[in-house]
């Protein structure tokens, strides 16, 4: 059976917040759109082209969002393509969480980050990727975790700080 489309849709929401819920066999799990304060907990994202994509088309007019997206005990697996993706994000922490065998369907050429992939826009603040205690299986692509920032040039190249504390970083498929 082909996965089914998107499951859930969230457009300027503040806050979201989502407990122990399971998203299985779609094509994507849940789909944000300028949402600030997100909390994600015990939630599982199985058998998914995309597990969670979250974004936003106005991070160059001066907002900064996705802001604040926080993760715990949350579980990532069997997504064909990738399965967490924040572009132009302003503090993303995953604390406990575990990504495995994601990435099936990329490309030869390792085009794709399989696990976590975030970009974050420097000149309102790029303040970062938090990875505490997560595990890291069997995925397969360019990286299990991408980092990248836009800085805004030499007037202002706010880095942000990024941590990772106590991860498990276990076979990567090439």
């Given at each position: 059976?082909?996965?089914?489309?998107?499951?859930?849709?969230?457009?300027?929401?503040?806050?979201?917040?989502?407990?122990?819920?399971?998203?299985?066999?779609?094509?994507?799990?849940?789909?944000?759109?300028?949402?600030?304060?997100?909390?994600?907990?015990?939630?599982?994202?199985?058998?998914l082209?995309?597990?969670?994509?979250?974004?936003?088309?106005?991070?160059?007019?001066?907002k900064?969002?996705?802001?604040?997206?926080?993760?715990?005990?949350?579980?990532?697996?069997?997504?064909?393509?990738?399965?967490?993706?924040?572009?132009?994000?302003?503090?993303?922490?995953?604390?406990?969480?575990?990504?495995?065998?994601?990435?099936?369907k990329?490309?030869?050429?390792l085009?794709?980050?399989?696990a976590?992939?975030?970009?974050f826009?420097?000149?309102?603040?790029?303040?970062?990727?938090?990875?505490?205690?997560?595990?890291?299986?069997?995925?397969?692509?360019?990286?299990?975790?991408?980092?990248?920032?836009?800085?805004?040039?030499?007037?202002?190249?706010?880095?942000?700080?990024?941590t990772?504390?106590?991860?498990?970083?276990?076979?990567?498929?090439?």
């Open positions: 059976m082909p996965p089914l489309w998107l499951r859930y849709s969230f457009v300027n929401t503040s806050p979201l917040a989502m407990n122990n819920m399971h998203f299985l066999r779609l094509n994507m799990g849940v789909n944000s759109e300028a949402v600030n304060n997100a909390h994600f907990n015990n939630c599982f994202f199985d058998y082209t995309y597990g969670l994509l979250a974004d936003t088309p106005t991070a160059t007019t001066g900064t969002l996705p802001n604040s997206y926080n993760f715990s005990s949350c579980l990532f697996l069997n997504a064909d393509v990738l399965a967490a993706r924040f572009v132009n994000a302003h503090s993303v922490n995953f604390q406990s969480c575990s990504f495995e065998g994601n990435g099936k990329n490309t030869p050429l085009t794709d980050v399989a976590i992939d975030c970009s826009y420097g000149p309102n603040g790029a303040n970062g990727l938090n990875v505490k205690d997560c595990y890291f299986e069997g995925n397969k692509g360019l990286a299990d975790i991408r980092v990248q920032i836009e800085t805004g040039g030499h007037n202002n190249p706010y880095y942000g700080t990024h990772f504390q106590g991860n498990t970083f276990n076979r990567n498929w090439i």
